[in-house]
């Protein structure tokens, strides 16, 4: 498995078939409880989604070497790519604001840090649409009852990054925002709550991101930020 959208392929095979299933990326495998079918059955489903095989695990008697990939990630390494991303957006909103203006002014820069962060981000999901929409449909709320919204979802950002870099109409497009990135953190709190081990979709299916709490504050950061523009021009 590759990509998020292999996960949710697999799983949605073999739920109806076990009691229990669970399917992780990292490592690439999945755990079945209490299935009312033979291992030959289960690879025969699988089969039809893809290139899948299941196999039985066995003991083993020595402890094995720990690989590269098995040594845990620091958080910083972990989220590099995300903090990166960040510090660009962050980096260069400030630098134009500063050049600009006499006067340091935060309702322009919220709308230019938030044209930065909802373009960038929408790229990296319009790199690979489907992978992404497989991945959105395991957490978030609407996505995961009605598949298309995660096709559709990179193009909302998109069109927000684009709304806040011209200034159009600031009240409906912070109310979209407001509004959209609020429910999506949702289904993220939920995630959490539940401690699912899944992939977090923010940067489409470019990076390996774990879902944690980094997802929630991004977010609740652009829902905020939102508000708070709201709040200020009525």
């Avoid at 078939?17 to 755990?31: D, F, G, N, S």
């Avoid at 960038?120 to 996505?143: E, G, I, P, T």
């Avoid at 944690?212 to 504050?217: G, L, M, Y």
Wanted: net charge neutral; hydrophobic share 50%; aromatic share 14%.
């Amino acid at each position: 498995m590759t990509c998020g959208g292999c996960v949710a392929r697999v799983k949605a095979t073999l739920v109806p078939m076990a009691e229990h299933v669970e399917v992780t990326l990292e490592p690439p495998q999945a755990i079945i409880t209490n299935s009312h079918q033979s291992l030959m059955a289960l690879n025969q489903a699988l089969a039809g989604v893809g290139h899948y095989q299941l196999s039985a695990l066995e003991a083993k008697s020595a402890a094995q070497p720990l690989k590269s990939e098995d040594v845990p990630k620091s958080w910083v390494a972990t989220y590099y790519p995300l903090l990166l991303i960040f510090g660009f957006i962050l980096l260069v909103t400030l630098s134009n604001q500063f050049s600009q203006a006499k006067a340091f002014n935060l309702e322009h820069w919220m709308m230019q840090f938030m044209a930065g962060f909802f373009l960038v981000f929408s790229f990296f999901k319009l790199l690979d649409v489907r992978s992404f929409a497989d991945s959105y449909a395991m957490y978030d709320l609407l996505a995961m009852r009605y598949k298309p919204y995660g096709y559709v979802y990179p193009f909302i950002e998109l069109g927000l990054g684009f709304a806040y870099l011209i200034g159009w109409q600031p009240l409906i497009t912070n109310w979209i925002t407001f509004v959209v990135m609020t429910f999506s953190s949702l289904g993220v709190i939920r995630s959490i709550v539940n401690k699912q081990k899944i992939r977090c979709a923010c940067l489409g299916a470019v990076f390996n991101l774990p879902m944690s709490t980094v997802t929630i504050i991004e977010d609740l950061l652009m829902a905020g930020m939102a508000l708070w523009m709201l709040l200020t021009q009525t």
